[in-house]
């Protein structure tokens, strides 16, 4: 996942950036608040993680800035050395969803971050089977079906593609999706990421006479819409292992 980290420390931004990393997460780190303002109005991530007292925006007005805009339903971790029940009661109030106090071990940040990721993303990394309507992904063989029929897909192709419906409804910036997809920063990925949209749209037929809509957001990235009557959800997540040619092909 890609958090945003905002902490002036350098010290514990880096202690936080490697247990982060360590784990498989892309860690972004802001020393001012008014720069991860500026970064959450272009460019995606999956959870921030804040600190109160930053010189020119703290914590908590950054907080209040997400929970108003786009950034609304971004998961956030308060990390930070008040903890005071009032200092406490009144960020989860003002829309935080954990709140830790320094100093924290690195196990302790680690499975807050991942059970509050789990819990926003549904998360299961043991999952091998993903259903969105007519469009079923089987994650542990790379293989996507569509109406039962397996649509062939390049490993990049199928990774676009996952992420795109796990996202359903959500823009993704460019950033987000070459960090993600081809663990690269997006500069020299600009034409390589439209042809893959262009060929998951063709392929998976994400059209609007099919119910969806992969479409770019201006200046930001691209966003895959379900558009009848109710966006198509995950209908199935399974662990259990998929029997060989289960599907038609």
């Avoid at 359903?168 to 990925?189: C, F, M, Y």
């Avoid at 119910?211 to 662990?239: K, M």
Wanted: proline share 6%; with cysteine; charged share 25%.
């Amino acid at each position: 996942m890609r958090i945003a980290l905002l902490e002036d420390d350098p010290v514990q931004a880096e202690s936080v950036s490697e247990t982060l990393v360590a784990a498989g997460h892309h860690c972004h780190h802001f020393e001012r608040g008014a720069a991860l303002v500026r970064a959450l109005r272009r460019d995606t991530f999956d959870l921030l993680i804040l600190d109160w007292q930053i010189p020119d925006m703290t914590g908590e007005e950054v907080l209040r800035w997400a929970k108003q805009g786009e950034a609304a339903r971004l998961p956030v971790i308060f990390l930070t050395s008040y903890g005071r029940e009032e200092d406490i009661t009144s960020i989860l109030n003002a829309g935080a969803d954990d709140y830790l106090v320094k100093p924290v071990a690195s196990r302790v940040l680690l499975a807050r971050v991942t059970a509050l990721l789990r819990r926003t993303y549904a998360i299961n990394v043991n999952v091998t089977k993903a259903v969105f309507g007519e469009i079923e992904f089987h994650v542990s063989a790379g293989q996507v079906f569509r109406s039962g029929v397996e649509v062939k897909l390049t490993q990049r192709e199928f990774a676009l593609a996952l992420l795109l419906f796990q996202n359903l409804g959500r823009p993704l910036s460019r950033a987000h999706i070459a960090e993600r997809v081809w663990k690269q920063p997006p500069d020299a990925l600009s034409r390589t990421m439209d042809t893959h949209v262009s060929v998951l749209r063709q392929k998976l037929g994400l059209r609007p006479d099919n119910g969806y809509r992969l479409a770019p957001v201006y200046a930001y990235g691209y966003r895959l819409e379900g558009l009848s009557g109710e966006s198509p959800a995950p209908g199935e997540q399974s662990g259990e292992p998929e029997p060989p040619g289960g599907a038609a092909r």
